[in-house]
């Protein structure tokens, strides 16, 4: 499974916060995935692709545990996430709801608006350009649970066979 989308590039301690607005949420996820990162970029939203990458800094994913996050960031398309690092819950909340995150140690150095394929597996995101960053590499077992939707579609996947 590789990812083929345009970049939007974040700094770091990009916070749960940031990723879904606590002023949404008591209303619907959708709602609340309109307002995904809007304070640090209103268009955001509206800009976002299908099967586009979001590249950050340090520490993406920090704050409270909510799972909202990584579900606003799906809502929008995006197809994975680079990042230096990962607040840890963030980390796993996105890899159980089927949005690929890894570890680019240069995923900063990417700017907004590159096109790049990321291969999970392999740990490598490539630009147009033909520059290569090595991620750390996904396992096999967890893009297959990110393959089927997530950890539930998994589960229920796997009980079946």
Do not use: W
Not at 25 to 33: D, R, V
Not at 141 to 150: E, N, T
């Amino acid at each position: 499974m590789k990812i083929d989308g345009t970049t939007h590039a974040f700094g770091d301690r990009i916070d749960t916060d940031l990723l879904s607005p606590g002023a949404y949420m008591k209303g619907p996820i959708e709602e609340m995935a309109k307002h995904c990162l809007e304070a640090i970029d209103p268009e955001f939203p509206a800009r976002s692709q299908l099967g586009d990458i979001v590249t950050a800094g340090f520490e993406f994913g920090t704050g409270s545990s909510r799972e909202q996050a990584a579900s606003c960031l799906l809502l929008n398309g995006i197809g994975c996430v680079l990042a230096r690092s990962f607040a840890r819950i963030f980390y796993r909340n996105a890899l159980n709801l089927g949005l690929p995150v890894l570890v680019c140690p240069t995923a900063h150095e990417i700017p907004a608006g590159t096109r790049l394929v990321v291969d999970p597996l392999a740990g490598t995101a490539t630009e147009a350009g033909g520059r290569v960053h090595s991620c750390e590499p996904i396992p096999e077992r967890l893009m297959q649970m990110v393959a089927a939707g997530g950890l539930i579609p998994f589960l229920e996947q796997t009980r079946t066979q």
